[in-house]
């Protein structure tokens, strides 16, 4: 399955580091979004595009930033990371984000460890 | 905002028998009700979900049954393989794309 491809899979990057995941979704979606899923908490939405505008930002700090610069792509830019910010981190896309019926599909996800 | 509590959050069961999850929510607006599985490594997938104007739904070997009143819904499994051994996370939203998860459960069937 190949629906939602997050690369890179595995990041390991030091608290001064400017990194960046990338995801990309072949299923003609229009709403994409970016998840934080850590041990032993919930899922957390982090961003939410809709036909590329930013429609939400959970409350994220500033050294993530997201981009997308159409329907298909989204990337996360890391900057100034702390040991805390160490997870799995999820892009998923949908439909749209206003749709009935809007299942969200996940890509594999990017597991960053920040050192 | 919405709160979602899941239990229990490990879950052990023989093969062959039932297993059941239960999440209750906060926000009595939530109107969807997903489930997703996510095995080791791999990425959440849609399992199963329910609408607040449907009380149950069945896929086979699943089923979800949502209470409205109490707020919570519950996922059944029935006849469990150890290929369902996995995390199960349920979710509840009053939009469509805002999803709040639950903790997780991790469902160990054994042979």
């Known amino acids: 399955e190949t629906g939602v491809t997050q690369t890179p899979r595995h990041l390991v990057m030091g608290m001064t580091n400017k990194k960046s995941l990338k995801c990309e979704q072949h299923?003609?979606?229009?709403?994409m979004y970016w998840y934080k899923q850590s041990a032993k908490k919930p899922l957390e939405l982090m961003f939410v595009?809709?036909?590329?505008?930013?429609?939400e930002n959970n409350s994220v700090p500033s050294r993530f930033s997201p981009e997308c610069p159409n329907s298909s792509h989204l990337f996360l830019h890391l900057h100034t990371l702390q040991p805390e910010d160490s997870a799995l981190y999820l892009c998923?896309?949908?439909?749209?984000?206003?749709?009935?019926?809007?299942?969200?599909?996940f890509g594999e996800g990017s597991w960053l460890t920040v050192v | 905002g919405e709160n979602v509590e899941q239990h229990p959050s490990t879950l052990s069961v023989q093969e062959g028998d039932s297993a059941v999850i239960k999440c209750t929510y906060s926000?009595?607006?939530?109107?969807?009700f997903p489930w997703y599985k996510q095995e080791l490594g791999k990425r959440p997938q849609l399992i199963i979900d329910?609408?607040?104007?449907?009380g149950e739904k069945k896929d086979q070997r699943i089923a979800v049954t949502l209470n409205k009143t109490a707020k919570h819904f519950s996922l059944h499994i029935t006849e469990t393989q150890p290929e369902d051994s996995a995390v199960y996370f349920c979710?509840?939203?009053?939009?469509?794309?805002?999803?709040?998860f639950g903790k997780g459960t991790l469902l160990t069937v054994n042979p």
């Open positions: 979710a509840a939203s009053v939009s469509n794309y805002k999803l709040t």
């Open positions: 595009y809709n036909f590329k505008e930013q429609t």
């Open positions: 926000d009595s607006a939530s109107n969807y």
């Open positions: 998923a896309s949908s439909r749209d984000r206003d749709s009935s019926g809007n299942t969200i599909y």
């Open positions: 299923l003609g979606h229009n709403a």
């Open positions: 329910i609408r607040s104007n449907v």
